[in-house]
């Protein structure tokens, strides 16, 4: 006859850790934080599995963002490691300005009253600060280390529309710096430019030409300027970083004849001995989607500034903005792409009237933990 000894060590057998860790490995990140607090070997399993089996992946954030105030805003989040769509219901108030990404993982607001910021990934906790001396209406942004930089796009009646200012995180003060070079004055607005981080550099290009300034927040200087077009037949690029080496994303051909749309990485640093290496090549139906979406009518004559690319960790999403319905995505693994698409929940014919705003950023866990802890939902978007 069993003791009640033996019954309760029954009750409380484990189930195989192994066996357990690879059902975790199919649930859905967001899934794991409960499933975590079930017991301390659950817990040990859950970590065991994102380690080893199937670690998490960066999350691709979604806002999309009425045009008329207040403004209202509504948050999705992409988990390509379960490929699973999530709405996210956050206590965050709306914002009273315009949603604005740069470098795919700074969130922000700018206007003539406060300059405001995220710099988690879930984009849920926001920095207020005094709005920088010179008023900006298209500025290129971006966070190299405790400093945003905020250079150019400065308004017509502004003295000098190179001007480049960095607001320290650390001291919460605005520091000048020097302007943008003159070679970068036709096209200083964040419309005309695409701008990349790497190390303690921000590389500031011209899509259209390729010409590249770099300012190095060591010494506060910039250097330049670099030719960043991989070859002549690009005609539009567009940079990034992947685990902090220089990349870009080129359309082959013209504006009415879109032939291909490659990822490079670039080798040997800017300047002499400066290279490419081509990593990988959207496959050709993809780029047919891409530049003509579902449709029969071809868009080319605005397809290169309606196609958005976004750099989230080992990941590029590429997205016609005439045609969101769906992203062509890329992974890069061992130096190899692998390519596939995604479909954009979020497109209803309300977003299609307002803004759609991209961001990401590295989720881990912890990060889920917290926002659970204050009051976020989390709903699976189908």
């Known amino acids: 006859m069993a003791t009640f000894k033996d019954e309760k060590e029954e009750e409380e057998a484990p189930m195989h850790v192994d066996i357990l860790e690879a059902?975790?490995?199919?649930?859905?990140?967001?899934?794991?934080?409960?499933?975590?607090?079930?017991?301390?070997?659950?817990?040990?399993?859950?970590?065991?599995?994102?380690?080893?089996?199937?670690?998490?992946?960066?999350?691709?954030?979604?806002h999309t963002q009425s045009p008329r105030a207040p403004h209202v805003t509504t948050t999705y989040a992409y988990d390509p490691r379960s490929r699973e769509w999530f709405q996210i219901h956050a206590p965050s108030p709306n914002h009273t300005t315009a949603l604005r990404s740069s470098h795919s993982t700074l969130l922000y607001t700018l206007s003539p009253r406060e300059f405001t910021f995220s710099l988690d990934p879930l984009k849920l906790a926001w920095h207020h600060a005094r709005p920088p001396r010179v008023w900006r209406t298209d500025p290129t942004v971006a966070r190299v280390g405790t400093k945003i930089i905020l250079a150019g796009g400065a308004c017509d009646?502004?003295?000098?529309?190179?001007?480049?200012?960095?607001?320290?995180?650390?001291?919460?003060?605005?520091?000048?710096?020097?302007?943008?070079?003159?070679i970068l004055k036709g096209s200083t607005?964040?419309?005309?430019?695409?701008?990349?981080?790497?190390?303690?550099?921000?590389?500031?290009?011209?899509?259209?030409?390729?010409?590249?300034?770099?300012?190095?927040?060591?010494?506060?200087?910039?250097?330049?300027?670099?030719?960043?077009?991989?070859?002549?037949s690009v005609f539009h690029c567009v940079t990034g970083t992947i685990r902090g080496r220089l990349m870009v994303a080129g359309l082959v051909g013209d504006a009415e004849?879109?032939?291909?749309?490659?990822?490079?990485?670039?080798?040997?640093?800017?300047?002499?001995?400066?290279?490419?290496?081509?990593?990988?090549?959207?496959?050709?139906?993809?780029?047919?989607?891409?530049?003509?979406?579902?449709?029969?009518?071809?868009?080319?004559?605005?397809?290169?500034?309606?196609?958005?690319?976004?750099?989230?960790?080992?990941?590029v999403y590429?997205?016609?903005?005439?045609?969101?319905?769906?992203?062509?995505?890329?992974?890069?693994?061992?130096?190899?792409?692998?390519?596939?698409?995604?479909?954009?929940?979020?497109?209803?014919?309300?977003?299609?009237?307002?803004?759609?705003?991209?961001?990401?950023?590295?989720?881990?866990?912890?990060?889920?933990?917290?926002?659970?802890?204050?009051n976020c939902m989390f709903v699976e978007k189908k």
């Not at 890329?330 to 995604?342: A, H």
């Not at 977003?351 to 933990?369: I, Q, T």
């Open 23 to 62: 059902i975790f490995s199919h649930v859905p990140l967001i899934h794991l934080v409960p499933a975590s607090h079930v017991s301390n070997s659950w817990k040990r399993a859950v970590s065991t599995s994102l380690r080893h089996v199937k670690p998490a992946k960066p999350w691709l954030t979604v």
């Open 318 to 374: 590429f997205q016609n903005r005439m045609e969101p319905e769906e992203m062509v995505v890329c992974e890069v693994v061992n130096g190899r792409c692998e390519w596939g698409s995604v479909r954009n929940v979020t497109v209803n014919d309300v977003s299609r009237m307002g803004r759609m705003v991209f961001s990401g950023g590295h989720v881990g866990l912890e990060d889920l933990k917290r926002a659970v802890k204050d």
């Open 157 to 182: 009646f502004e003295d000098d529309p190179l001007a480049v200012e960095a607001y320290d995180t650390e001291s919460h003060a605005w520091l000048r710096c020097e302007p943008m070079p003159g």
């Open 257 to 315: 004849n879109v032939k291909e749309v490659k990822l490079w990485e670039v080798k040997g640093g800017l300047g002499l001995g400066l290279g490419f290496e081509e990593i990988g090549a959207v496959p050709k139906e993809m780029v047919v989607k891409l530049v003509m979406g579902e449709g029969d009518c071809c868009c080319c004559w605005g397809v290169a500034g309606s196609i958005e690319v976004n750099w989230i960790g080992d990941y």
């Open 189 to 232: 607005a964040s419309t005309w430019l695409t701008v990349a981080v790497a190390g303690d550099k921000m590389h500031v290009t011209e899509k259209n030409s390729g010409v590249t300034c770099s300012f190095d927040c060591g010494t506060m200087t910039w250097q330049g300027p670099f030719n960043l077009r991989p070859d002549q």
